[in-house]
């Protein structure tokens, strides 16, 4: 894997090598500087030997997560790489005929082997590339005479035996050279395999009618001189160069030649570039073309590596959340146990810093450790989660996966998981350390002094002018989205924000005190050391912003003014500079309310994001906006002395209605807004958050309801009522966690709906259309009638109820017009390539597939089919064609998209020009109806895995007039009722030579048993989250049991049983996970159910019923509740166990 | 053992019965004997004081007497019935049932209002709530906090919590009141306030109290005292001796 979201994994590897390496030397510096702290923080790790284990535990789970992402996408690029350079050995670029610059039939798309010739001799002595070697190849059908297998499209090829030297000669699976003569073959590893073919055996060669018997001399690896030219298309052989010239009568002549270039297997595509250039040079005015196949396949292997990456990073990025906020939970709760500690240091006279060194110090030791348990956890995850796609998606994965973890990966999961755990450490100790020291001593709630300008327009004034300076980098920023008036707004905050964050640090030191405060201290100095360790950075963004920061407190400290007039902190919010200014003259000990602050700082961002969203369409933009600037007007209603349960409640509720309403409804004010994946990250997170909110302000109201059903309950009244009233004292923990297991039970609700949903849309009994087997024929050997051929073989056809046919042209044969030209970006091109099927009468009276539109003047799905049975020059086309395009070959000037608005029910006919590129034959049909999705599925069914599009359907006579040189062939047949698809479709098989068949029930089936397996291993990535969620709750009622050991004292001595003080823990974590789940699964399958019926979700899917798969919901939430109960468990015994006597003496 | 009286009441027979009760605290690396033999008996009604100086053994001593702590060796009857060889549950439930704590650090539940945390040993012991509320408002009552029964601890004063903590000692009728320097977190006026209103409740509803206190005024307030000294009873005053020793302070 080599790139990241677009970034070089070479440069993120050594930025996050440098950034931990800063850290440990920080960490370092304070073991040198500060022993005693640094011990200090040390020792408390072996303290408590349980909760260390959680502690590493909960922190490794982010490292765990990246690393199981980084080994998936490292195991599946490396063997995708493997394959391609084991399958293409030294061949590195491929020969051959372009369509495209000269159509020609198939059988004449052929290179003069003294073409060949006459580019050895031009490319002698080349720097660059090495040998030419032409090659035969031809799908025909083989047949084993002793196991009577037969495989219906194996690709048998041919080198001449001094050519194929180049690339190493052909050679057995034991590495013994095989030289082949007269009728001899080599038969590949996967074709043995499928044929169950011995060296001995005969094969019967079926080509155009004639059959020719080859001995097998040979099994050989599944590499390009064995016929296995893509992971698709392995099954091959190899014969005799002259002998399958002979048969296709393309004597003197090749299919094409692959060129190796000089540095062997891998070193060959560093010339691979420079190779192709020349080629395309010397072989320019020809109809041929140059690809760099190999560099090319390597290329893919990376994409689908980091793609794959990516997306287990974004649906991680749900527990990676989860788990900062749960890094920062332990934290907090860490530092409220040390607060007596912390509070008793800083009365013997350490100072704040101290107190921030000795709890980093400690944290550093719980960070380390679990970096490296994580890792190796996360290596242990990507191993299961291979086993797992292997075990399911089976053979038709087209890759062996091999598990493969790359050291610079490691690294990077590694170090990324140890800079995310100190950056959240580093502000949870910050936040530790400002405590008053004589309620920490006592361990007492912290009191604030009364501040006068509290709930004061002047006082948010001041807070919203402090928010802006101290967040002025990303305000400023975001501002840039504006446009050019948000550079003229933004570019002044923006220089502000570098200057900002060491004034606040200045702000609160010594220094910045009047002469008659100051004490012989001077400023801080590890920004210096900083700035000169960072080289190069530290000089451009540390240094000069410090020491001009430095300069201005230097000189106003001693100018502060008593006060400011209420205008000039409003007239400063307006104008940056001017409000930097004001920000320096104030009082440090002036109290700011910075959440009113923040959050005012988050608007004016939120301003700029909702704009742009507007201005670019983007939804991310928008929304974002949307909910930053619904968490100002809660916190601004709370500043402005609103009950909180109001301010909070109202906010989020509106909230989460802008995040239900309908794009319908919402593009009708905003216009069209396009998101992606990232919107179910954000609607997640949001929508997750606001549930909390409501939860957290407003669960208290079922307390009387509880009080009220009290009989019912009996002796566990008490219980239930602490178990939801304890929670709610503590709404910062409470809240936190049930953010945590209502952010992964969302998404995974999600997931599973809609999975449910679009599977029922795709993978539905419509897919089979009406048929039962599906058999695909071999190019060179077309079937004139099935039920003949089938006949012919001894074959009952009594259970045939009826047969159809349907004839292919490929994209790569046929062309479609591009009537709308829809496309979002680069160059529309007149025609687009897309595959084009004609139906036979005998498919047209059979079918069932199911049409979504129907053109007005047809009244039911069969009168379109009978009316094309009709009249060949009639067609449907499939809905994706209607929803955003689709082609094959990808590039964005060949995608083939037609106007939405073109077809809904009772639409008008429109007419499409099909084009051959070969001979530029066009002829025009009509399109009647559009079929539904599962059309798309059926037609991918039993298709060449390389050819397997759906397309649109014609008549068979329109296609061959069309497409003359068109050679795929499909036939479909229905079963009479009780008929095994599957045994007939096997008994056909067996006697078909040309024709591969299956049932096809069972194509879907495994069609749906990878989907599942592909599910299961994300659902299974995002459910380590829920690991996250239930540490939370482990830590959050183990933290209870000693902060309420007194009261459980008491419980006992008042009459509480045992069992009751258990199970009133568990009432209070059954609350809060409850919470959390139910949270998750509400809002997961609502919103699922809006985007679903939307429509909003790439695939129009109006008219389809929406699912919830309640049984896997269920699954999901009871593991989810039985493994919260079952780590809770634990605290919950031992508060149960508790010593009356100590308890009630404990502090 | 015949009734006892002394000044103007009569108490009846021994509720309490504590013989040669030894306790030891073992911290792994210091053995500390807490209670070396003590013999106590308290009769119904009877309102005793234990003093003595810190690490004497008294709140120990109240501990192994209520069932709140095992100890080694000796035997406890309450009512007649051996504490220490009741199993753990029925421990429970006796303490539910027929006694009552006053500690000096409330010990209330912050999340219940006064009225809840009153009736928590009614409902833990199987009162129906209804029942159970009536109840607790009575004892509420009974300490003057009927109108602030809505209100949760953080709302009242100390001394207001004490009293809370009073009335959930009494709300359930309890033969015997265990208090652990209940007016050790008070200022005196309070804590004169919360002396009356135990010696009030003591007189009306006859219950036995048995009192851990550094406060000769408290003890003056009870009709007898005990003195402790390293984990025995060294002496016993009367009230009259008691009231003569506060008057001094």
Same mark, same amino acid.
């Given at each position: 894997?080599?790139?990241?979201?677009?970034?070089?994994?070479?440069?993120?590897?050594?930025?996050?090598?440098?950034?931990?390496?800063?850290?440990?030397?920080?960490?370092?510096?304070?073991?040198?500087?500060?022993?005693?702290?640094?011990?200090?923080?040390?020792?408390?790790?072996?303290?408590?030997?349980?909760?260390?284990?959680?502690?590493?535990?909960?922190?490794?789970?982010?490292?765990?997560?990246?690393?199981?992402?980084?080994?998936?996408?490292?195991?599946?690029?490396?063997?995708?790489?493997?394959?391609?350079?084991?399958?293409?050995?030294?061949?590195?670029?491929?020969?051959?005929?372009?369509?495209?610059?000269?159509?020609?039939?198939?059988?004449?798309?052929?290179?003069?082997?003294?073409?060949?010739?006459?580019?050895?001799?031009?490319?002698?002595?080349?720097?660059?590339?090495?040998?030419?070697?032409?090659?035969?190849?031809?799908?025909?059908?083989?047949?084993?005479?002793?196991?009577?297998?037969?495989?219906?499209?194996?690709?048998?090829?041919?080198?001449?035996?001094?050519?194929?030297?180049?690339?190493?000669?052909?050679?057995?699976?034991?590495?013994?050279?095989?030289?082949?003569?007269?009728?001899?073959?080599?038969?590949?590893?996967?074709?043995?395999?499928?044929?169950?073919?011995?060296?001995?055996?005969?094969?019967?060669?079926?080509?155009?009618?004639?059959?020719?018997?080859?001995?097998?001399?040979?099994?050989?690896?599944?590499?390009?001189?064995?016929?296995?030219?893509?992971?698709?298309?392995?099954?091959?052989?190899?014969?005799?160069?002259?002998?399958?010239?002979?048969?296709?009568?393309?004597?003197?002549?090749?299919?094409?030649?692959?060129?190796?270039?000089?540095?062997?297997?891998?070193?060959?595509?560093?010339?691979?570039?420079?190779?192709?250039?020349?080629?395309?040079?010397?072989?320019?005015?020809?109809?041929?073309?140059?690809?760099?196949?190999?560099?090319?396949?390597?290329?893919?292997?990376?994409?689908?590596?980091?793609?794959?990456?990516?997306?287990?990073?974004?649906?991680?990025?749900?527990?990676?959340?989860?788990?900062?906020?749960?890094?920062?939970?332990?934290?907090?709760?860490?530092?409220?146990?040390?607060?007596?500690?912390?509070?008793?240091?800083?009365?013997?006279?350490?100072?704040?810093?101290?107190?921030?060194?000795?709890?980093?110090?400690?944290?550093?030791?719980?960070?380390?450790?679990?970096?490296?348990?994580?890792?190796?956890?996360?290596?242990?995850?990507?191993?299961?989660?291979?086993?797992?796609?292997?075990?399911?998606?089976?053979?038709?994965?087209?890759?062996?996966?091999?598990?493969?973890?790359?050291?610079?990966?490691?690294?990077?999961?590694?170090?990324?998981?140890?800079?995310?755990?100190?950056?959240?450490?580093?502000?949870?100790?910050?936040?530790?350390?400002?405590?008053?020291?004589?309620?920490?001593?006592?361990?007492?709630?912290?009191?604030?002094?009364?501040?006068?300008?509290?709930?004061?327009?002047?006082?948010?004034?001041?807070?919203?002018?402090?928010?802006?300076?101290?967040?002025?980098?990303?305000?400023?920023?975001?501002?840039?989205?504006?446009?050019?008036?948000?550079?003229?707004?933004?570019?002044?905050?923006?220089?502000?924000?570098?200057?900002?964050?060491?004034?606040?640090?200045?702000?609160?030191?010594?220094?910045?005190?009047?002469?008659?405060?100051?004490?012989?201290?001077?400023?801080?100095?590890?920004?210096?050391?900083?700035?000169?360790?960072?080289?190069?950075?530290?000089?451009?963004?540390?240094?000069?912003?410090?020491?001009?920061?430095?300069?201005?407190?230097?000189?106003?400290?001693?100018?502060?003014?008593?006060?400011?007039?209420?205008?000039?902190?409003?007239?400063?919010?307006?104008?940056?500079?001017?409000?930097?200014?004001?920000?320096?003259?104030?009082?440090?000990?002036?109290?700011?309310?910075?959440?009113?602050?923040?959050?005012?700082?988050?608007?004016?961002?939120?301003?700029?994001?909702?704009?742009?969203?507007?201005?670019?369409?983007?939804?991310?933009?928008?929304?974002?906006?949307?909910?930053?600037?619904?968490?100002?007007?809660?916190?601004?209603?709370?500043?402005?002395?609103?009950?909180?349960?109001?301010?909070?409640?109202?906010?989020?509720?509106?909230?989460?209605?802008?995040?239900?309403?309908?794009?319908?409804?919402?593009?009708?004010?905003?216009?069209?807004?396009?998101?992606?994946?990232?919107?179910?990250?954000?609607?997640?997170?949001?929508?997750?958050?606001?549930?909390?909110?409501?939860?957290?302000?407003?669960?208290?109201?079922?307390?009387?309801?509880?009080?009220?059903?009290?009989?019912?309950?009996?002796?566990?009244?008490?219980?239930?009522?602490?178990?939801?009233?304890?929670?709610?004292?503590?709404?910062?923990?409470?809240?936190?966690?049930?953010?945590?297991?209502?952010?992964?039970?969302?998404?995974?609700?999600?997931?599973?709906?809609?999975?449910?949903?679009?599977?029922?849309?795709?993978?539905?009994?419509?897919?089979?259309?009406?048929?039962?087997?599906?058999?695909?024929?071999?190019?060179?050997?077309?079937?004139?009638?099935?039920?003949?051929?089938?006949?012919?073989?001894?074959?009952?056809?009594?259970?045939?109820?009826?047969?159809?046919?349907?004839?292919?042209?490929?994209?790569?044969?046929?062309?479609?017009?591009?009537?709308?030209?829809?496309?979002?970006?680069?160059?529309?091109?007149?025609?687009?390539?897309?595959?084009?099927?004609?139906?036979?009468?005998?498919?047209?009276?059979?079918?069932?597939?199911?049409?979504?539109?129907?053109?007005?003047?047809?009244?039911?799905?069969?009168?379109?089919?009978?009316?094309?049975?009709?009249?060949?020059?009639?067609?449907?086309?499939?809905?994706?064609?209607?929803?955003?395009?689709?082609?094959?070959?990808?590039?964005?000037?060949?995608?083939?998209?037609?106007?939405?608005?073109?077809?809904?029910?009772?639409?008008?006919?429109?007419?499409?020009?099909?084009?051959?590129?070969?001979?530029?034959?066009?002829?025009?049909?009509?399109?009647?109806?559009?079929?539904?999705?599962?059309?798309?599925?059926?037609?991918?069914?039993?298709?060449?895995?390389?050819?397997?599009?759906?397309?649109?359907?014609?008549?068979?006579?329109?296609?061959?007039?069309?497409?003359?040189?068109?050679?795929?062939?499909?036939?479909?047949?229905?079963?009479?009722?009780?008929?095994?698809?599957?045994?007939?479709?096997?008994?056909?098989?067996?006697?078909?030579?040309?024709?591969?068949?299956?049932?096809?029930?069972?194509?879907?089936?495994?069609?749906?048993?990878?989907?599942?397996?592909?599910?299961?291993?994300?659902?299974?990535?995002?459910?380590?989250?829920?690991?996250?969620?239930?540490?939370?709750?482990?830590?959050?009622?183990?933290?209870?049991?000693?902060?309420?050991?007194?009261?459980?004292?008491?419980?006992?001595?008042?009459?509480?049983?045992?069992?009751?003080?258990?199970?009133?823990?568990?009432?209070?974590?059954?609350?809060?996970?409850?919470?959390?789940?139910?949270?998750?699964?509400?809002?997961?399958?609502?919103?699922?159910?809006?985007?679903?019926?939307?429509?909003?979700?790439?695939?129009?899917?109006?008219?389809?019923?929406?699912?919830?798969?309640?049984?896997?919901?269920?699954?999901?939430?009871?593991?989810?509740?039985?493994?919260?109960?079952?780590?809770?468990?634990?605290?919950?015994?031992?508060?149960?166990?508790?010593?009356?006597?100590?308890?009630?003496?404990?502090? | 053992?015949?009734?006892?009286?002394?000044?103007?009441?009569?108490?009846?027979?021994?509720?309490?019965?504590?013989?040669?009760?030894?306790?030891?605290?073992?911290?792994?690396?210091?053995?500390?004997?807490?209670?070396?033999?003590?013999?106590?008996?308290?009769?119904?009604?009877?309102?005793?004081?234990?003093?003595?100086?810190?690490?004497?053994?008294?709140?120990?001593?109240?501990?192994?007497?209520?069932?709140?702590?095992?100890?080694?060796?000796?035997?406890?009857?309450?009512?007649?019935?051996?504490?220490?060889?009741?199993?753990?549950?029925?421990?429970?439930?006796?303490?539910?049932?027929?006694?009552?704590?006053?500690?000096?650090?409330?010990?209330?539940?912050?999340?219940?209002?006064?009225?809840?945390?009153?009736?928590?040993?009614?409902?833990?012991?199987?009162?129906?709530?209804?029942?159970?509320?009536?109840?607790?408002?009575?004892?509420?009552?009974?300490?003057?906090?009927?109108?602030?029964?809505?209100?949760?601890?953080?709302?009242?004063?100390?001394?207001?919590?004490?009293?809370?903590?009073?009335?959930? /000692?009494?709300?359930?009728?309890?033969? $015997?009141?265990? !208090? #652990?320097?209940?007016?050790?977190?008070? %200022? =005196?006026?309070?804590?004169?306030?919360?002396?009356?209103?135990?010696?009030?409740?003591?007189?009306?509803?006859?219950?036995?109290?048995?009192?851990?206190?550094?406060?000769?005024?408290? /003890?003056?307030?009870?009709?007898?005292? $005990?003195?402790? !000294? #390293?984990?025995?009873?060294?002496?016993? %005053? =009367?009230?009259?001796?008691?009231?003569?020793?506060?008057?001094?302070?």
């Amino acid at each position: 894997m080599n790139e990241l979201f677009g970034l070089s994994m070479t440069y993120i590897a050594a930025g996050t090598v440098i950034a931990t390496a800063i850290i440990l030397l920080f960490v370092a510096l304070i073991a040198v500087r500060n022993p005693v702290m640094f011990k200090m923080g040390l020792r408390n790790i072996p303290r408590r030997k349980a909760q260390t284990a959680l502690i590493i535990v909960g922190l490794m789970l982010s490292t765990l997560i990246i690393s199981a992402a980084f080994g998936t996408g490292d195991t599946l690029t490396n063997s995708i790489t493997s394959e391609v350079y084991d399958m293409a050995g030294n061949a590195d670029e491929l020969i051959s005929w372009d369509a495209e610059k000269q159509p020609a039939p198939v059988a004449q798309q052929t290179i003069p082997l003294a073409k060949v010739d006459e580019l050895r001799q031009e490319f002698a002595g080349d720097p660059d590339i090495q040998a030419f070697v032409p090659f035969l190849d031809e799908q025909i059908p083989l047949q084993d005479t002793r196991t009577k297998l037969n495989e219906a499209s194996p690709r048998l090829v041919a080198f001449r035996t001094d050519d194929a030297k180049a690339l190493g000669g052909l050679r057995d699976t034991g590495g013994n050279t095989v030289t082949l003569a007269g009728n001899e073959i080599a038969v590949n590893q996967d074709l043995a395999d499928a044929i169950d073919a011995k060296v001995g055996d005969t094969l019967l060669a079926f080509y155009e009618g004639k059959s020719t018997e080859f001995k097998v001399k040979a099994i050989v690896p599944s590499t390009l001189l064995g016929g296995a030219f893509n992971s698709n298309e392995k099954k091959g052989a190899a014969v005799d160069f002259s002998v399958l010239a002979g048969l296709t009568g393309k004597a003197e002549n090749a299919d094409g030649v692959f060129v190796s270039n000089y540095g062997g297997v891998k070193g060959g595509n560093a010339h691979a570039s420079a190779a192709r250039q020349k080629l395309e040079q010397a072989l320019a005015g020809m109809p041929y073309q140059v690809e760099t196949f190999k560099k090319d396949g390597v290329a893919t292997a990376e994409l689908i590596g980091n793609a794959f990456t990516t997306v287990f990073i974004v649906f991680g990025l749900f527990s990676i959340a989860a788990g900062v906020l749960l890094i920062f939970l332990i934290f907090v709760m860490l530092a409220a146990e040390r607060k007596p500690e912390m509070g008793m240091a800083r009365a013997v006279g350490a100072k704040r810093r101290q107190i921030v060194e000795s709890f980093l110090s400690e944290g550093m030791g719980y960070d380390l450790g679990s970096a490296v348990v994580g890792l190796v956890a996360g290596m242990a995850v990507t191993l299961a989660m291979v086993q797992i796609i292997k075990s399911g998606a089976g053979d038709n994965l087209g890759v062996d996966l091999a598990v493969t973890f790359t050291v610079r990966s490691m690294v990077v999961a590694f170090s990324l998981g140890v800079i995310a755990t100190f950056l959240v450490i580093f502000i949870s100790s910050w936040r530790a350390s400002r405590l008053n020291i004589t309620s920490a001593i006592r361990d007492l709630p912290e009191s604030k002094a009364p501040n006068p300008e509290s709930e004061t327009w002047m006082g948010y004034y001041r807070a919203a002018l402090n928010g802006m300076v101290a967040l002025a980098l990303p305000v400023g920023f975001s501002l840039f989205l504006l446009g050019p008036t948000g550079m003229l707004l933004g570019l002044p905050l923006v220089l502000i924000g570098l200057v900002s964050p060491w004034f606040y640090l200045l702000r609160g030191s010594n220094v910045a005190l009047p002469r008659e405060l100051r004490l012989d201290q001077g400023p801080p100095r590890w920004p210096w050391i900083l700035g000169l360790s960072l080289i190069g950075i530290g000089w451009v963004l540390v240094l000069p912003w410090y020491f001009i920061a430095l300069g201005l407190v230097v000189l106003v400290r001693d100018r502060k003014p008593r006060g400011l007039a209420t205008w000039m902190p409003a007239a400063g919010i307006l104008v940056p500079p001017f409000g930097f200014v004001l920000v320096l003259l104030q009082h440090s000990r002036v109290r700011i309310n910075w959440s009113a602050g923040v959050a005012f700082a988050f608007a004016v961002a939120g301003l700029a994001l909702f704009y742009a969203g507007l201005d670019r369409n983007s939804s991310f933009f928008f929304f974002l906006g949307a909910s930053l600037l619904f968490l100002w007007a809660a916190v601004t209603l709370r500043y402005f002395g609103v009950n909180e349960r109001a301010s909070f409640t109202v906010t989020s509720s509106l909230l989460l209605v802008l995040w239900y309403l309908p794009s319908s409804v919402y593009e009708k004010v905003v216009g069209p807004l396009n998101g992606d994946i990232e919107m179910f990250f954000l609607s997640g997170l949001v929508m997750v958050t606001a549930g909390v909110f409501i939860i957290v302000y407003n669960a208290d109201i079922v307390l009387p309801a509880i009080a009220r059903l009290g009989s019912r309950f009996g002796r566990i009244l008490p219980a239930i009522k602490t178990g939801v009233a304890y929670p709610l004292t503590s709404r910062f923990r409470t809240g936190m966690t049930m953010i945590m297991i209502g952010l992964i039970m969302f998404s995974l609700v999600m997931m599973a709906t809609l999975n449910a949903n679009f599977s029922a849309v795709f993978l539905n009994s419509d897919t089979k259309g009406g048929f039962d087997d599906v058999l695909q024929v071999n190019n060179n050997n077309n079937i004139p009638s099935i039920k003949e051929a089938i006949a012919d073989t001894g074959t009952d056809t009594s259970p045939i109820k009826a047969t159809g046919e349907l004839r292919v042209a490929y994209p790569s044969e046929a062309q479609v017009e591009n009537k709308d030209r829809n496309v979002s970006g680069g160059k529309v091109n007149d025609y687009s390539r897309y595959t084009i099927f004609g139906a036979d009468q005998g498919f047209l009276e059979a079918t069932a597939l199911p049409i979504k539109y129907r053109a007005a003047g047809y009244e039911s799905d069969r009168a379109i089919w009978d009316a094309m049975a009709k009249d060949a020059k009639l067609a449907v086309i499939p809905a994706s064609l209607l929803a955003g395009g689709h082609d094959p070959f990808g590039g964005d000037d060949t995608l083939l998209a037609l106007d939405p608005a073109r077809a809904k029910d009772n639409f008008e006919p429109f007419t499409l020009n099909l084009r051959d590129p070969g001979t530029g034959t066009v002829t025009t049909v009509t399109v009647i109806g559009v079929m539904k999705e599962a059309a798309d599925t059926f037609l991918v069914l039993g298709a060449p895995a390389s050819d397997g599009t759906g397309g649109m359907i014609t008549g068979k006579r329109t296609l061959l007039d069309t497409f003359p040189g068109s050679q795929g062939q499909r036939f479909y047949l229905a079963l009479k009722p009780g008929t095994d698809a599957d045994a007939y479709a096997k008994k056909v098989e067996a006697g078909l030579v040309q024709a591969s068949a299956d049932s096809l029930q069972k194509l879907l089936d495994e069609q749906q048993a990878i989907q599942n397996a592909f599910l299961l291993v994300i659902q299974g990535f995002m459910g380590l989250g829920l690991i996250v969620g239930i540490a939370a709750l482990a830590v959050v009622a183990s933290r209870a049991v000693v902060e309420r050991r007194q009261q459980i004292g008491m419980l006992r001595a008042i009459g509480y049983q045992r069992g009751m003080v258990a199970l009133s823990f568990l009432f209070e974590s059954g609350f809060i996970s409850l919470s959390g789940i139910f949270l998750g699964l509400g809002l997961g399958v609502s919103l699922a159910w809006v985007i679903f019926t939307d429509g909003n979700a790439g695939t129009d899917t109006s008219g389809a019923g929406f699912i919830v798969p309640w049984v896997r919901l269920g699954v999901i939430a009871g593991i989810a509740f039985g493994a919260s109960m079952l780590m809770t468990y634990l605290p919950a015994r031992s508060a149960s166990k508790v010593p009356i006597a100590e308890a009630l003496r404990y502090e | 053992m015949e009734p006892r009286q002394d000044g103007k009441r009569e108490f009846g027979e021994v509720v309490i019965d504590a013989r040669g009760v030894v306790k030891t605290y073992d911290t792994s690396t210091v053995e500390v004997r807490a209670l070396r033999g003590v013999d106590l008996q308290v009769r119904k009604g009877e309102m005793v004081a234990i003093m003595g100086p810190s690490g004497c053994g008294k709140t120990t001593l109240l501990n192994s007497l209520s069932g709140l702590d095992e100890f080694d060796s000796g035997t406890v009857f309450i009512e007649g019935t051996d504490i220490n060889r009741m199993p753990d549950d029925k421990k429970t439930e006796f303490r539910a049932k027929d006694m009552g704590f006053v500690f000096q650090t409330y010990n209330l539940l912050p999340v219940l209002t006064a009225v809840e945390n009153v009736e928590l040993p009614l409902i833990v012991s199987g009162t129906k709530p209804k029942v159970a509320r009536e109840m607790a408002l009575k004892s509420l009552d009974r300490v003057n906090l009927r109108d602030w029964a809505n209100q949760r601890p953080a709302q009242l004063s100390g001394g207001q919590r004490q009293r809370i903590t009073i009335a959930r /000692a009494l709300v359930n009728r309890p033969a $015997i009141v265990w !208090a #652990d320097e209940p007016t050790g977190a008070l %200022d =005196s006026a309070t804590a004169t306030e919360i002396m009356d209103l135990i010696v009030e409740l003591n007189s009306e509803e006859h219950q036995t109290c048995v009192i851990v206190t550094h406060d000769p005024k408290v /003890a003056a307030r009870c009709h007898r005292t $005990i003195h402790m !000294a #390293d984990g025995l009873i060294v002496r016993e %005053d =009367s009230q009259a001796q008691m009231v003569a020793v506060a008057a001094e302070h």
